[in-house]
């Protein structure tokens, strides 16, 4: 479900600001009151609601999507320079965050503080995903679809890491997240563009379509699945006590 909010909020985010025209700056002043609203629902709910909480996780990439852009091609800092200062915003969020005592694991996180640095760090790194997405496609010269497939690879060894090493579930889990947003950029650059470019040719209006769907029949899924499991809970201490 990450990976396509993250690749429908690249297709999205390009459908506004390049198809529709309304630009990098506007499209991101738009994509950022979105997630204030939706952050404000989110911060506001008593308990897990997955519309609420996957139309945060679509805001904030497509938000990051029209600020990477703005930053590295109107404002002139190029991928490189994009991917570096918010890589740098990350490690800053990143230290901020352990400095404060709060849980880094997003299943312990039960603070109003720990969320809002949670969804900070979903900012960023959806924003440094496109500029490290497109520094890796276009300044490489690979292009999206090996990119993709590069980006793949990673996140394999990732889930691998996870089941085979030791290492830190919170660490692994930060760096999967991370590698899915430059996933979903080249992904969702693969299905816009068109065949000349290297790309599948369904246009942001197509593509932003058939994820948006997708999303759209998962949620409904996870929200029936999370009630059922819920219900569960409740009925179990009764019949315990019977």
Known sequence: ??????????????????????????????????????????????RYHPAIFWAVILTTSTAGTTMSDFMNRTAGLGYLGGALVLTACLIIVFIVWKVSGQAMNVERINTFRGEVLYWIATLVSNTLGTSSGDLLAHNTGIGFVASSVLLTAALALVVAAHYLTPISGTLLFWVAYVLTRPFGANFGNTLTKTHDEGGVGLGTFGASGLLFGMLVALVIYQTATHRRQTRGIQTEPAQNMA
Request: glycine residues 8%; aromatic residues 8%.
């Open 1 to 46: 479900m990450k990976i396509i909010a993250t690749t429908l909020g690249e297709t999205g985010a390009d459908m506004v600001s390049q198809t529709l025209n309304l630009g990098y700056l506007g499209s991101t002043f738009l994509f950022l009151a979105l997630f204030a609203v939706s952050l404000i629902a989110q911060l506001r709910a008593k």
